[in-house]
């Protein structure tokens, strides 16, 4: 298996970063788009990586909290029924964000219920 020098795969996550599409991440830094959304995942193990390790005894003293709505493959009404119960539909992000920095020290995905509010403000 190929495997992208650390360069480019710089590249690639700063252009995501500043906000490009992976369509156009892939153009732009010349890589197939499959390899761009397998990098991805492996940006995230890293990314959890280094949070779990420096995101400790924070400084914040006032953190604002939202959910953000959106949908894996159809709105939950418009999920086929032979895809129901797979993950796919509705989805929340609930959100921390420290007010003085900006920083978003933990968030959680799930669904809009009293669990996943309970689960991510523990």
């Known amino acids: 298996m190929n495997k992208l020098k650390k360069e480019k795969q ?7 970063v500043e906000g490009n599409s992976l369509r156009a991440t892939a153009r ?5 788009f499959n390899t761009v959304l397998k990098l991805l995942p492996e ?3 890293v990314c959890e990586e280094y949070q779990q390790r420096v995101f400790v005894n924070l400084p914040c003293q006032r953190i604002q909290c ?8 159809a709105k939950e009404k418009n999920v086929p029924q032979k895809l ?8 929340w992000t609930w959100v921390a964000i420290c007010a003085d920095t900006k920083l978003v020290p ?3 995905i799930g669904d809009r219920k009293a669990w996943d509010a309970q689960h991510f403000m523990t």
Do not use: H, N, P, T
């Open 10 to 16: 710089a590249q690639i996550i700063a252009s995501l």
């Open 28 to 32: 732009m830094c010349d890589v197939a």
């Open 43 to 45: 940006i995230g193990r």
């Open 66 to 73: 939202d959910e953000i709505w959106s949908f894996c493959f």
């Open 84 to 91: 129901r119960g797979k993950g796919y539909g509705d989805v």
């Open 106 to 108: 933990c968030w959680r």
